[in-house]
């Protein structure tokens, strides 16, 4: 089976990671925004976004390429600030169609977020998200920024792709 990693990216976390999986594991890498790829090539995909504003950042390319992916094996990644758990799951619930996600692995992947790269606008908003968290650790992470990279965080990613290469079922 042959696949291929499309992602999104905006501060450039998910960007990192693609690159990390695509060294890894030998396929091609495709931002979403400037891909030329055909997705009908592809027996499976890799499919990497940034969470921003509690929203997947790729969710309207998901959708737009539902009819080419929907049958596709697909590995989810996503980058944010927030652990595994049940609020990343409402978010991702919010964003994508449920048949889509019941079939997806998806694998949390932490990212960094560095307050002086930020727009004006993103900094405003995660000083009002900060004042409104209950959680004081996420309130100054917001607030202070955080870097959660981790390159072997990718590992469970790197094994679902050698089992689709090697024996052809998605486990």
Do not use: C
């Not at 996503?78 to 449920?98: E, M």
């Not at 692995?105 to 932490?110: I, K, P, S």
């Amino acid at each position: 089976m042959n696949g291929a990693i499309f992602f999104s990216t905006k501060y450039g976390s998910t960007a990192q990671y693609a690159q990390w999986i695509g060294e890894a594991t030998g396929l091609p890498i495709f931002n979403i925004k400037d891909a030329n790829a055909d997705l009908l090539e592809y027996d499976f995909l890799i499919l990497g976004s940034p969470i921003i504003y509690h929203k997947v950042h790729n969710w309207k390319w998901v959708r737009a390429n539902l009819a080419e992916i929907e049958e596709k094996p697909i590995i989810f990644f996503t980058v944010s600030g927030a652990p595994a758990g049940q609020k990343l799951d409402a978010w991702i619930a919010d964003s994508l169609p449920q048949h889509l996600i019941s079939k997806m692995h998806h694998v949390v992947l932490r990212g960094r977020q560095n307050p002086k790269e930020l727009s004006w606008w993103d900094r405003l908003m995660l000083i009002i998200g900060s004042m409104k968290n209950p959680d004081p650790v996420a309130s100054k992470e917001e607030l202070e920024g955080f870097d959660f990279m981790d390159k072997s965080s990718i590992g469970p990613i790197v094994k679902w792709v050698r089992q689709l290469q090697l024996s052809n079922m998605f486990i």
